[in-house]
């Protein structure tokens, strides 16, 4: 798979985590002019947010001041959550609606010792660009159960067709060598196939 294709995917993602986290601020603003009560605990979180960081960067951890500033946030949440519950709003109302909840649309995983691994959603995406790329996304439609040996000829013309069988019969052979082949694909000792021949030839 070339660079080229994944930052294309990643670029996708890339608007897509974008697009959601916009949307999601849309919701919020229309959500906080309904009830601005919401509006004022958001703003009174981010403030303590930034004074419990300040604090512990001034004063170092002190577990008093700490924990009083810890208690008012969770007192906040708790407020912002009854009354959303008030409203039947769903607590995840707010957050931005990702496609994928494992990697919030940026197709990377971070682990707890900050490793990151490609999320199974990418991986999907690449293999279905490589599935389409293949010229096999009709395979509901191009198969063996759909396979019509009748539009190739049943007449035996050596000078013609080079062989001593017809077309069809040719055909049929050719068939049967597939179907063996993909029955016993893990199976070490069956060769591979090898076609050959002008493109578009049948």
Same mark, same amino acid.
């Given at each position: ?36 009560? $919401? ?5 009174? $979180? ?5 004074? !419990? ?6 004063? @170092?951890?002190?577990?008093?001041? =700490? ?34 909840? $494992?990697? #919030?649309? !940026? @197709?990377?995983? %971070? ?12 991986? =999907?995406?690449? $293999?279905?660009?490589?599935? #389409? ?12 159960? !759909? ?48 076609? !050959? @021949?002008? %493109? @578009?030839?049948?």
């Amino acid at each position: 798979m070339s660079s080229e294709i994944l930052n294309s995917l990643l670029k996708e993602y890339e608007q897509k985590k974008l697009k959601a986290e916009i949307d999601s601020e849309k919701l919020k603003e229309e959500l906080y002019e309904k009830v601005p009560k $919401l509006k004022e605990i958001e703003n009174e $979180l981010n403030t303590f947010a930034i004074n !419990t960081a300040k604090n512990i960067l001034k004063n @170092g951890n002190q577990e008093k001041e =700490q924990k009083d500033l810890e208690a008012k946030i969770l007192f906040l949440k708790k407020e912002k959550e009854n009354i959303l519950k008030e409203l039947n709003i769903s607590l995840d109302y707010l957050k931005p609606h990702y496609e994928c909840s $494992l990697c #919030n649309d !940026t @197709g990377y995983i %971070t682990s707890d010792n900050y490793k990151s691994t490609m999320c199974s959603c990418l991986k =999907q995406k690449l $293999l279905d660009y490589s599935f #389409n790329k293949s010229n096999m996304s009709n395979l509901d439609k191009e198969n063996f159960s !759909t396979f019509n040996p009748n539009i190739f000829s049943d007449e035996v013309d050596v000078a013609k067709y080079k062989f001593n069988i017809s077309p069809r019969k040719n055909i049929l052979n050719i068939r049967d060598k597939c179907i063996e082949f993909v029955e016993n694909f893990d199976n070490v000792k069956y060769k591979n196939l090898l076609f !050959t @021949g002008n %493109t @578009g030839l049948r």
